[in-house]
């Protein structure tokens, strides 16, 4: 331990080695000048966080929020094989015809099993005539629009016509503390009743709108499903009338371009 001074005496300075200048600046413990305590660097500040400002910031949401419906009926069958293609299976089963080999009727039996005399020659059996459905059916060649049997190689979506003449998707005004998905079905079911039965697909919605000028200001979100069974039956308090429109009929229905433009992005063929 050091040993303390006597009373009366001053601190002496620390005693300097021999020869060193004793004004000398203070050489720390890695042999460089100025790295004492004093002299030691400031910490740096940290950097800010770099935030991105989104591009587009939406809207405060309004009081005022619609739940609509989109239903889709998928396609029914393969679209049309263009020509190219047409070729292409020619050109494949014409290879087909050349290179493949025909076994003999022995390859067919079992060993020691005997052949018949009413089956040898041409052990292949004809097979039954397939008869296919039309691609183009009555309501095709009718133009029935209501019908969900036509344009089977395409996607339909179901619009409804209310009392003032106008279509639109099934859609309702989302009452207080009433969820999302259960506003949208209600808006269904209250137009087409409650034996039309659909598949949602995903638990939010798929885009949404607000509506030009409207007083108050309203808001519309827009569910996706897919038709799964069961026939509709509009009800005449809400609905006059009904279609299952191809992506360009619905563009031309709703009067409002705007909103047509952006299901028209969303929509597929």
Request: hydrophobic fraction near 35%.
């Amino acid at each position: 331990r050091p040993l303390r001074a006597a009373e009366g005496e001053a601190d002496a300075p620390a005693a300097s080695p021999a020869g060193a200048d004793p004004e000398a600046p203070a050489v720390g413990a890695g042999g460089k000048k100025g790295a004492g305590p004093k002299s030691a660097k400031k910490p740096r500040k940290p950097r800010p966080p770099r935030v991105k400002e989104p591009k587009h910031v939406p809207t405060p949401c309004p009081d005022t929020i619609v739940a609509a419906h989109v239903v889709e009926r998928l396609p029914i069958i393969t679209p049309d094989v263009p020509e190219w293609a047409e070729a292409f299976y020619e050109l494949q089963d014409r290879k087909e015809d050349v290179v493949r080999k025909e076994m003999p009727p022995e390859f067919f039996r079992k060993v020691g099993q005997d052949v018949d005399a009413s089956e040898t020659g041409d052990m292949q059996k004809e097979e039954e005539e397939i008869v296919l459905a039309p691609r183009v059916t009555e309501e095709d060649k009718t133009n029935d629009i209501t019908s969900r049997n036509r344009a089977l190689q395409r996607r339909l979506y179901l619009l409804i016509k209310g009392k003032d003449g106008k279509w639109d998707f099934p859609k309702t005004v989302r009452q207080q503390g009433e969820g999302m998905r259960a506003a949208a079905t209600r808006a269904l079911e209250d137009r087409v009743g409650g034996e039309f039965y659909v598949m949602r697909v995903g638990h939010c919605p798929m885009a949404y709108y607000d509506v030009p000028g409207s007083d108050p200001p309203t808001r519309t979100f827009y569910y996706y499903s897919q038709y799964y069974r069961g026939e509709l039956n509009l009800v005449p308090e809400e609905a006059v009338a009904h279609t299952w429109a191809k992506r360009e009929e619905v563009h031309e229905l709703l009067e409002d371009k705007e909103l047509a433009k952006l299901l028209d992005d969303l929509c597929d063929w």
